[in-house]
């Protein structure tokens, strides 16, 4: 099997080549000084002319005869290429559509990043409000603390005043009760 598959092999090599040969200017001229001198023998009597044109004939029906089995395997060639090509194509159209699927599950994606980042937006500007309330909050009791701490303090100065102005009038009661008893 090996071997036919390499002799087809060579085979195939050799008729692309023939085929390409026959397809190019070299073939035409080769064609023309064949057929000029096809009819250049018997005009100079080296052929008889009905020998030549039965020669001519003959090997023009064999070359038409491999020509069109060269033409036909190129063809199919062709056709075996196209079908490799048509399916390429059905596989590409086939990704294409693959890859605009995943296009638009990536736009949906994005889109729903996008709203959760609106959301976390929104919940970071209320989260900044917040701090900000309670940085006025803590302000204020600061400043009220602050306030009573003073209001403590002048109250427990003056109570102290008082304390030691109530001491002092005590200590005078003292002195006059001590002074009425020894005047009595």
Do not use: C
Not at 2 to 9: M, R
Not at 147 to 168: P, Q, R, T
């Amino acid at each position: 099997m090996k071997k036919y598959n390499e002799k087809a092999e060579v085979l195939e090599k050799i008729a692309d080549r023939i085929t390409s040969w026959i397809g190019s200017i070299q073939s035409l001229i080769v064609h023309t000084l064949l057929f000029v001198t096809s009819f250049l023998l018997p005009m100079l009597k080296i052929v008889d002319f009905d020998k030549m044109l039965l020669i001519l004939t003959t090997v023009l029906s064999l070359e038409a005869i491999y020509l069109a089995i060269f033409i036909q395997m190129s063809v199919n060639k062709s056709h075996e290429k196209i079908e490799d090509i048509q399916e390429d194509i059905e596989d590409i159209q086939e990704d294409i559509e693959e890859i605009s699927e995943d296009i638009e599950e990536i736009s949906e994606d994005i889109e729903e990043i996008n709203e959760d980042i609106e959301d976390i937006q929104e919940d970071i500007e209320e989260i900044s409000e917040d701090i900000e309330e309670i940085n006025e909050d803590e302000e204020e009791e600061d400043h009220n603390e602050k306030a009573k701490n003073a209001i403590l303090k002048s109250n427990v100065s003056s109570n102290k005043n008082e304390i030691k102005a109530l001491k002092d009038i005590i200590a005078q009661l003292r002195d006059e009760i001590d002074q009425l008893k020894k005047d009595e």
